[in-house]
């Protein structure tokens, strides 16, 4: 018998959000860990915060929605807030009830603010390690370090001289600007866009373009990011943020860290070296001499760091295509870097059920 197309709504429902969301869902591991995360970081809000005036966005709603955002690759701030209004998992994760109104998007980007000021985004990664049932999963002795490219949100046209000299373009939407035959440079140019953005390519042949540059730091053990950066793009500050990232770190003694070719310089093998640190870098031998020698390769620990330190591609992997870092959406090394830490620690949680052993 063919059923009716009844589409009449009903008046009163007796289902609650949660009640939508598939008991096997991995989000149903993660958001326990979410809330403890968060409640180790209640004091800071509370800091944050002053105790009379009209009450603002709950900093722990905010940053759940965000990191729905990074786990399902949510556009833009306005999309997030559209599906907050229907979808039923979403409202449940972020702990908005059936009937509690959506936030207007400009409320929302003004009070994400307030948490940039204060660097949540790096003490949100700290909590979630922090947590007692995810420290087991990391190593303290063995860590790999590397830097990505993030491409800047400004365009070619905007990257302009700085005395404000050149052609301006062409009036329009989208003008058009002919550069060609012009030399360009960092130290004569820069973007009106994003001040912070610079012309940079990480590689020979490949076109070089305004980005900022993000860096990671992953323990061997598990290839979760115990510590993320963003800086501007130069050529030395992969091993400028390497150097101070490592630094941070809590009992790095006799830890080896592994890197690419583009760490193997005697300044930074000496950084290494003096902060207590063994550094398993990749030798760059072509035309020049390896600061790395024999002393370092000949232990079979060093060809172990050599196989595991490239699953940090991983890790940048999963944040350009699916945390939408990529291509930025935020002006300034202060917002890029911290969107691209609060991705990082989206990353570290997206990998929770698998490593905790729960069937998802």
């Known amino acids: 018998m063919r059923g009716a197309d009844h589409q009449t709504g009903r008046m ?16 149903r591991v993660i958001r326990p860990l979410v809330n403890a995360a968060l409640e180790r970081l209640s004091p800071s809000f509370r800091q944050m915060y002053s105790r009379i005036g009209r009450p603002s966005i709950p900093p722990e709603q905010l940053l759940r929605a965000l990191l729905l955002q990074a786990f399902f690759s949510v556009r833009s701030e ?50 979630i390690l922090a947590d007692p049932r995810v420290k087991p999963l990391l190593s303290d002795e063995h860590f790999s370090v590397d830097g990505t490219l993030i491409e800047a949100w400004a365009s070619m046209k905007s990257f302009r001289p700085k005395d404000g000299s050149g052609e301006a373009p062409t009036a329009g939407r989208n003008g058009e600007r002919d550069f060609h035959g012009e030399k360009r440079s960092n130290e ?26 993000g860096h990671v730091v992953m ?57 207590g640190v063994t550094p398993h870098v990749t030798q760059n031998d072509n035309g020049r001499r390896s600061a790395i020698d024999g002393r370092t390769t000949r232990h079979a620990g060093y060809a172990v760091s050599q196989r595991v330190r490239k699953r940090i591609e991983e890790v940048f992997g ?43």
């Open 12 to 27: 009163f429902s007796y289902l609650s959000p949660e009640a939508m969301v598939p008991p096997d869902h991995p989000l």
């Open 78 to 127: 306005r999309q997030l807030m559209e599906q907050l209004t229907y979808n039923m998992m979403f409202r449940w994760f972020v702990g908005l009830s059936m009937d509690v109104p959506v936030w207007d998007v400009t409320v929302f980007t003004k009070n994400r603010e307030r948490l940039l000021s204060a660097d949540i985004a790096c003490s949100l990664l700290q909590a």
């Open 188 to 213: 004569t140019h820069a973007s009106t866009t994003d001040r912070d953005a610079r012309l940079y390519k990480k590689a020979k042949g490949q076109a070089a373009k305004l980005c900022h540059m």
């Open 219 to 275: 323990e061997n053990r598990s290839g979760l990011v115990v510590a993320a950066s963003t800086t501007p793009a130069t050529g030395t500050a992969e091993r400028e943020a390497a150097a101070a990232m490592i630094g941070e770190l809590d009992g790095r003694d006799r830890a080896t860290v592994g890197a690419d070719k583009a760490y193997d310089t005697t300044d930074f093998v000496a950084e290494m070296r003096r902060l």
């Open 318 to 360: 999963w944040m350009k295509t699916v945390g939408g870092q990529r291509k930025t959406r935020y002006r300034g090394t202060g917002r890029v870097g911290w969107m691209f830490t609060l991705s990082a620690a989206a990353y570290n949680l997206i990998r929770m059920p698998k490593l905790l052993g729960v069937a998802a």
